[in-house]
């Protein structure tokens, strides 16, 4: 009987593991925002610079997302990513400028 007890408890213990922890509603507002600020359009940055063992350089990043080009509104790509997160509804609005 304990052979058969010990592993079904084992299981119990594993799968209770896999259960999502809600992250901090603030946290989340925070990370939501960032993904809602790439769906508003491409981003990017451009670094300029020199060093004494290389000299001058130029370097540039750009990035456009799944949301954007899918042409999501930001304000759905925060709410939506704010419940996956937390499993609730956002606690404010999103900060997006």
């Known amino acids: ?9 084992a299981g119990a213990t594993l799968l209770a593991a896999c259960e999502p922890v809600p992250v901090d509603p603030e946290r989340a507002a925070l990370q939501c925002e960032q993904r ?14 020199a060093s004494s063992d290389e000299g001058p350089f130029v370097g540039t990043a750009i990035g456009i997302t799944g949301d954007y080009l899918a042409g999501r509104d930001p304000v759905q790509v925060y ?11 956002p606690i404010r609005p999103p900060r997006l400028s």
């Open 1 to 9: 009987m304990l052979r058969i007890l010990l592993p079904l408890a």
């Open 36 to 49: 809602a600020r790439g769906a508003q359009g491409p981003t990017g940055s451009v670094t300029i610079g």
């Open 79 to 89: 709410n939506d990513c704010v419940i996956q997160k937390t499993g609730a509804l």
